[in-house]
């Protein structure tokens, strides 16, 4: 039946990869040689993308730019906002919902809205650069998310990941494979990132990584692993412990894993490492949990078994559960949520704050 699969696979989607692969092709070219204009701008602009379809790490790695730079930089931070409910350009403000700006852009602006950053939305970069930059004159550094395809503006510095468990140089187009761009396409970024890398990553498999992109010698290949922190609670205030540890969980206790992320492997295998049995409820990335869902995930923990019971999710679907009017109240005082942070301890001879501090210097960043 695999093969079977595997045929149909090649016989279907291969050519229509080959199709899409052209056009990607000619879209490059007609940018590298002026048919397609970029836009500069007179301030440094980074950009954090990849080559892939999601689960790369992208909004971690962006909270760990925006935090190295914010206290150097009046920074701005602008993405298109995916599957919000809203059109055109968007500022981030405190009366905003999920739904106007997207998960991803309102988890930044809660995270670093004490810090001066300035969060927006918009599809258009070009516009939605030149609307913040007109409300805040100030800014001096702004970083686009998930823009490496948007070529329209002309990067500073462009910042590309991708997955330890995905090898980009191992993977296809789409709709074949998983890559938005060829392999090749790494050519125009500066700093490529090999993310979600495991704790007993070997500096053998580091150096496969380097021989198989085969980057140019001014680029920097760098590798990073998510750090999980202690949970936090869904709702504040209305959890039974407050400072609930996962150590003090025991092989009686049972954990009910709510996932609405690209790949909530690395989520699931971090809980596992802890003694109580985990059982998942998954959801497409970015899925907007509907009062049916909400339902579902009650009556699913109702028939757990354990000692004791929780609900724990990820840091990025917190944003959308706590907002919602359909969470059940009974899981109120037992739901958390997991924040990750991204380290690039042990695993590279600088950190990716120190290699944007010196390409930041050389591109005649101007700090604040």
Known sequence: MARRKTFLSVLLLYPISKIYGMVIGIRNMMFNHGMLRQHSFDIPIITVGNISVGGTGKTPHTEYIVEALCNKYKLGVLSRGYKRKTKGFVLATPQCKVEDIGDESYQIFRKFEDKGVVVAVCENRVKGIEQMRELYPELNLIVLDDAFQHRYVKPSISVVLIEANNPAYEDSLLPYGRLREPIRALDRADVVIVTKCPEDIKPMECRLYKTHLNLFPYQKLLFSRYKYQELKPLFPGQTAIDNFSLTS??????????????????????????????????????????????????QKFKTMGGKRKVMITTEKDAVRLISNPYFPTQLRDCSYYLPIKVSFEDLNDESLSQVLDNLLRSSGGIHS
């Open 249 to 298: 969980l025991t092989s009686s206790d049972t954990i009910l894993a709510v996932s609405g992320v690209a790949n909530p492997r690395p989520f699931i295998r971090y809980l596992r490492t802890y003694k109580a049995k985990v059982k998942l409820k998954r959801y497409a990335d970015h899925h907007r949990f509907t009062r049916y869902d909400l339902d579902s995930i009650l």
